[in-house]
């Protein structure tokens, strides 16, 4: 069984940066293709980026060119690097497949203020 466990989210100012971090216990991470989530209050879950075993990733458009997702395999575990961050940016962020098969972690929360 997987186990993620999300971590780096914070309050920041419009145009800041922060990263995130995803750790998976289990074997299943390294062979999977694995995405960060977020939720915004009152919103669905939304797919914000993935990234492949072998490295191709892919974004959703409000964030192409601002957030950056990378993995590492041997230490199991996907990092966000998220720049010129926005108030629409504000939400909990979590890690899983797409789509997601693994138990949810808890999510970090990412505050952006204007």
């Known amino acids: 069984q997987v186990r993620l466990v999300e971590s780096g989210g914070g309050w920041v100012q419009a145009g800041g940066s922060l990263r995130l971090s995803c750790g998976a216990s289990?074997?299943?991470?390294?062979?999977?293709?694995m995405g960060w989530y977020r939720q915004a209050p009152g919103k669905e879950r939304e797919l914000v980026a993935q990234i492949s075993i072998g490295g191709v990733t892919t974004y959703l458009g409000s964030v192409k060119g601002r957030f950056t997702i990378s993995r590492d395999n041997a230490k199991n575990t996907v990092s966000l690097q998220m720049s010129s961050l926005k108030p629409e940016d504000t939400a909990v962020y979590y890690c899983n497949r797409p789509p997601p098969s693994f138990p949810w972690g808890q999510g970090t929360q990412v505050t952006v203020s204007s």
């Open positions: 289990g074997t299943l991470f390294s062979s999977s293709t």
